[in-house]
C-alpha cells in the first residue's frame, strides 16, 4: 500500500511511504530487517554477513509474525522507533534483523561483509527507511583483480616508457637544431 500526501509547495500529492503485505519465511519481530527471497515468495533477516541476504528488496517488518504467516514490509517511508543516533546515516547490521548506526560497534568490518545504506535517522524516534540499491562487500583482492591491476600497471609503465622515449627524441632534435644554429 502507498501512502500520498499533498506538498504545500508543489501542490502534487507525493508519495510519503510504501508497505507491501508477504509471507515470511521465518519468525519475525516489529522493526526487524526483512529481505525477500523472490526464489521461495518470502521474507527473511537480513545480515550483512551474507551477501545474499543484503542485495534485492528489503523491508522494515511492521509487527510480529511467526513462520509462514503474512506480514506487513515498510519498503520506504519513516519507521517509528526508539534509541536512533539522530543524523546518522544507518546500514544492514550483523545480528540477523537488524540495523546498526554507521561509525558505531556492529558495523561491517570483516572480510566478505557487506555495506548497504538502509536510512538516516531524522531523530532518535524516526528513521527515513530509504535503501540504496547499491551495496560493496568488504574483502580480500581475487586474483581475477590482481591480474588486472597488474596489466594495468604494465600497460601505464609501457605509456611512461613511450612518452620518455617520445621526449628524449624531442629533446635530442631539439639540442641538433640549437647546434646546426
Known sequence: MTQYELNPFTRKMERTSETQKGQLGEVGS?????????????????????????????????????SGGTGEFLLNGTFKTTGLNKAATYLVGST???????????????????IRVVGYAKSTTELVFDPDDSYYTLGAESDDDTEMMTQTLTDILSTLKIINLHMSLITDVHLRDSEVE
Open 96 to 114: 540477523d534483523g537488524s540495523i546498526v548506526a554507521d561509525g558505531s560497534s556492529g558495523e561491517p568490518d570483516t572480510e566478505d561483509y557487506v
Open 30 to 66: 516489529s522493526g526487524d530487517l526483512m529481505y525477500f527471497d523472490d526464489i521461495n515468495d518470502q521474507w527473511f533477516q537480513a545480515s550483512h554477513t551474507s551477501e545474499t541476504t543484503c542485495k534485492g528488496m528489503l523491508g522494515i517488518l511492521l509487527g510480529s509474525g511467526s
